[in-house]
């Protein structure tokens, strides 16, 4: 067995069984990959592949113990690679971060900044998403980092790191009936009185989605939800042109910068949340991802983030 047979069983994965993707991703034929999966087959003595004719349908039960190996070995010859790197070109390289919307817009403009200040060799790209598709990106190493608020710290070969703690704000045009309230009143705002109104918020897989369904629910409340966006912006734009009352994330509401709005935060509603930076676990992290790591978890040291990263291993 070699680490080329590796890679085309860990690519079939991917590819989600389909060898002819397999092949044009790992720049090979269909035929050459076939054969040295059935190769490995034979020397193992196991079919770890489920197979109807001559089509790769699953994993067997032992195969997926195999695949769980595989994993590991790649994981430890792309880190082989990744020290080589970061002795060879310390302060070059490539990020990839992986974010949703509200992220991108709102709290990482200032991280990458102060971050390429500090390494301006080092490539910044942004890949938006929704939770669950970041973290999928991390685990296959299409990501180096992810970042959102939901599920991140429940994905399983993850280390999640908080960043910060936000709550949902409402928004409303200066003339609707809601800024009426006195000051006492809006900071004990009713989902009664929220839902008396056309509402436009987020997607089910964004910025605490969960959390406004389930407080609606929870209090017997059934808002009339009109409109579901992926982002603060677009919610926004909406308000603006009268369609309804809007629940977004609190950081992406700032007076000045919406001086057509009014913003009513509504945290003893729909609770707080946390922001996660997630990474995969068990790799070789470059000098540079601890620094970005740091700068949007500030609580974390080199030591604290080690740890994190080095539990994968052991589970």
Request: proline share 4%; hydrophobic share 40%.
């Amino acid at each position: 067995m070699n680490l080329q047979q590796f890679r085309y069983i860990r690519e079939t994965i991917r590819r989600n069984f389909n060898l002819t993707e397999t092949s044009h991703a790992l720049y090979t034929s269909q035929p050459g990959v076939s054969k040295a999966i059935i190769e490995f087959e034979d020397e193992l003595g196991l079919q770890i592949f489920r197979r109807h004719g001559k089509r790769i349908k699953g994993l067997t039960k032992p195969g997926q113990d195999v695949v769980a190996v595989i994993e590991r070995i790649m994981r430890e010859v792309d880190n082989l690679k990744r020290v080589s790197d970061d002795y060879a070109k310390q302060d070059e390289g490539e990020l990839v971060i992986g974010c949703t919307h509200t992220q991108a817009r709102y709290f990482l403009p200032e991280i990458i900044l102060k971050f390429k200040k500090k390494f301006p060799k080092v490539r910044v790209s942004l890949a938006e998403g929704n939770p669950t598709q970041l973290a999928n990106m991390v685990l296959a190493e299409e990501a180096d980092v992810a970042m959102a608020t939901e599920t991140l710290s429940q994905v399983s070969g993850l280390a999640t790191f908080p960043c910060y703690e936000w709550s949902h704000t409402v928004v409303v045009k200066p003339d609707h009936p809601l800024t009426e309230l006195t000051s006492s009143q809006a900071r004990n705002i009713s989902l009664e009185q929220i839902a008396a109104y056309p509402i436009i918020t987020y997607e089910k897989a964004f910025s605490g989605r969960k959390a406004i369904d389930a407080s609606f629910e929870a209090a017997g409340v059934h808002p009339d939800i009109i409109l579901e966006a992926i982002d603060a912006d677009v919610i926004k734009t909406y308000v603006e042109v009268d369609l309804g009352v809007g629940i977004i994330a609190g950081m992406a509401f700032n007076p000045r910068r919406d001086p057509n709005l009014v913003g009513i935060p509504v945290g003893h509603l729909f609770g707080k949340h946390i922001s996660r930076l997630g990474v995969r676990k068990g790799i070789f992290a470059r000098d540079y991802l601890y620094e970005f790591i740091q700068m949007c978890a500030p609580g974390y040291n080199r030591e604290k983030i080690d740890e994190a990263l080095i539990e994968t291993t052991a589970e």
